[in-house]
DNA sequence: AGTCAAACGGACGGTGGCGTCCGTTAGCGT
DNA sequence: ACGCTAACGGACGCCACCGTCCGTTTGACT
């Protein structure tokens, strides 16, 4: 980690600033168009060459990564703020709706968050303690007897996922949407008397793009 | 009608057995790759030149109606068979699941049903007719005090949008996450005396691929 | 001010998908 | 059996994106 600081802070003046171009120009064409956006947009966005960019990051899951750390940090903290609520169904439930809101306002974030990017092994730890964090959370919220028992952390993912593939023509309308369909998972995740049994999850994590 | 009819009789031998094969292949690529699939791949697949592909259909919207209408008339047939369910909401549910079910098996389908290409007319018809159908059953569905009483035509689109974004290793742990995530659906949508209010539906429809 | 290496970006060759042209093949009707 | 034309498909030019090379610029240090 020194040695990485070390390089980042001797890098000359005008490298610096254009490292921070890029990156700021790859979380707007990410969250508007995917991640599948083409590298030479980036770089035109950032006013910057494509060699430019290809020596800051030689590969899309370098930047990627970097790009939306923030993001995920972001994602991490709406975790821990669940579990910090003393009332752990409200918690829960307000983790579901803040993240498909989170996803639903950037494109890109969905597939990053999903490291479906392999190699994005930097995520990886704290991914692992937020899932860590989210399970304790779901289970306080089963124990005060207000989440459904047969919840699984696989269908955090599930609804994730689910949440992705929701379009819509506007970003407005985009997020308007998800967050009616956040509602919804909340209302099906509800432990209630009369709820029917579910079919078996299925082992979802770590899909490949 | 009658002229269509008489032009694809009038095909010659080759002519029509190519045009099958075509359509053949081209559900198999789409099912498999998505709708995005290139056309190359599908005239290889069918064993057939770039040239006698784009004959037979100029335009790949053409190609996608087309090739999904079989499909398609499945889904209206599993409305429809809901619709003649004597238990709404039995009805209801099961028209939820099998949708899912069918766009699981069919990356393609999904984005077909959705509609999602513009001028793909043909479907537009049969698509209203079945919207009816389920709106007819929701509408029972409410009367029978099963199916909540907020849930709107465009919260059908909204999970079967959502099912389209379910990612999974191997199509069989697709289809089972799908699965899951119908009967979580259903679960959502049931009346409940202490269900909440849900956040304003959004348009949806027709969206652009 | 002068030097030097770090950083830049225009330009290149490669790949893959697109839609069309046109010389060739082979069904069909006589 | 034969000719006519519908139908075929290889090959072409086009464009977008990719990743890299290399001549030029410019920040940093003396």
Redesign the interface.
Known sequence: MRAVTDRLTHLRSDARDNRERILEAARAVFAADGLDAPMRKIARTAAVGPATLYRHFPTKQELVTEAFSERMRACYVVVDEGLADPDPWRGFSTVIERLCELQSRDRGFTAAFMSSYPGAMDFAADRGHALGSFAALARRAKEAGRLRADFTL??LI??L?????????SPA??V??S???A????????A?P???P???????AF??A
Do not use: E, H, K, T
Request: net charge positive.
């Open positions: 696989d269908d599930l609804v996922m689910a949440n992705g593939g929701i379009q819509a023509p309308a985009r308007a949407a967050r009616r369909f509602a919804l998972a909340v209302q099906a995740f509800r209630s009369d709820a029917a579910l079919p078996p999850a299925a082992r979802l899909v490949a």
